[in-house]
Structures are given as structure tokens and as C-alpha cells.
């Protein structure tokens, strides 16, 4: 009796074992799998030449400077004739925000003095007509507030992107090229054609 119950408890442990090493070998093998992939991407960071640290400006800088005092970053990255557009942007912008505010003080104080039973400047406007300018002015003045962000913030992007392409190659050296092409396909075959090649 005693020989197949030490025969059975052998039998029983056994899938338990290989449960457990097949277990520990699943979660040995993604680890260094994943090891060999960090390596390998850390080793193809470092041998791209496109790599942020190999671009001849910097994208961190250029959009720091830009955020810091807009047109900045585009000095930085050779690109000044941009500043003066950057900032016609930003005072035709503030002109609108100014123009559309004043208007809108102006409707608005109407307005208070038709509901205190004031004169008005705008006699022939009625309670409703007052509301209404008051509500587009506003938006507009509100509108052109947000523009003025926008125009912040396209300030940092070009920055950035023009930091990126810094390393793009736009040489004279690229080229496509069509050339006439000839070749011996076998010993009396000959093969004529045209090749399209493109240098760079």
C-alpha cells in the first residue's frame, strides 16, 4: 500500500513542478526580450542622424525662446524675415480687440442709460436693438482675445517645426535623372531601355 501512494504523490507533484518552470520561463523571456528591444532602440537612437541632439538647432530651445519673447525662436533659427509678420499679426490683432472693445463699452452704457430712462446716443434703437450690439461687440471683442492666443501659439509651433527641419537636406544635389540604359540579357541578346534614377 505504501509503494503506490509514494508512486501517486510523485505523479501529483510532477505537473505542479512543470507548471511552475513553465511559468517561470513566460515571465523570464518577455524580460529579456524587452531588454534586447530597449538596447536595440537606445543603439538606433544613438546611430540616426535625425535624432533631436544631431539637428543643427534645437526644437527645445527655439520654442522656449519663442515662448519667452515671441520671434525669438525664429531668429534663432535663421528665420528672421518670420518676426515682422509675427508682429503685424499680434498688432493688428490687439487694434481689433481695442476697436470691437470700445464698441462694446459704448452699446453697453447706451443700454444702461435706456434702462435708468436716460438719453441715448442712439435714439432710434430700441431696448432689443441695444442688447443685440452689446452681445455681437462683445463676442467679437471676446473672438479677437482668442486669436490673439492662437497667434501665440502658432508663434511656437513654427518655432518648433522650423527647429525640426533644420536638418533637412535641400541641397542642389538632388536629382532625378532619366538616362538611357543597355544591357546583354544573354550572349547575342541585348536589352534597351531608360533608367530613372534619383541622387541624392
Not at 509514494?6 to 505523479?11: A, G, M, S, T
Not at 535624432?51 to 533659427?77: E, H, R
Not at 463699452?105 to 443700454?111: G, H, M, N, S, Y
Request: hydrophobic share 45%.
Amino acid at each position: 500500500m505504501k509503494q503506490p501512494e509514494r508512486r501517486y504523490c510523485n505523479l501529483f507533484k510532477a505537473p505542479w513542478i512543470l507548471l511552475g518552470l513553465l511559468l517561470f520561463g513566460m515571465l523570464i523571456t518577455p524580460l529579456t526580450g524587452l531588454s534586447q528591444e530597449v538596447e536595440e532602440h537606445n543603439t538606433l537612437e544613438e546611430s540616426n542622424p535625425d535624432s533631436i541632439q544631431y539637428l543643427p538647432k534645437n526644437p527645445k530651445k527655439a520654442t522656449l525662446l519663442s515662448a519667452i519673447l515671441p520671434g525669438a525662436g525664429q531668429v534663432y533659427n535663421g528665420k528672421a524675415w518670420k518676426v515682422p509678420i509675427i508682429y503685424a499679426g499680434f498688432m493688428t490683432d490687439i487694434y481689433f480687440i481695442q476697436f470691437n472693445n470700445r464698441r462694446y463699452q459704448v452699446f453697453r452704457d447706451a443700454l444702461r442709460a435706456a434702462d435708468n430712462d436716460e438719453p441715448t446716443i442712439f435714439p432710434n434703437l430700441n431696448r432689443e436693438a441695444l442688447v443685440r450690439n452689446v452681445d455681437y461687440w462683445r463676442r467679437n471683442r471676446d473672438l479677437t482675445i482668442l486669436l490673439l492666443a492662437v497667434i501665440y501659439g502658432l508663434n511656437l509651433i513654427d518655432a518648433n517645426v522650423d527647429a525640426h527641419l533644420s536638418g533637412f537636406d535641400i541641397s542642389d544635389d538632388l536629382a532625378l535623372v532619366i538616362e538611357p540604359k543597355h544591357e546583354m540579357i544573354m550572349a547575342q541578346t541585348q536589352q534597351v531601355g531608360l533608367s530613372l534614377k534619383l541622387k541624392f
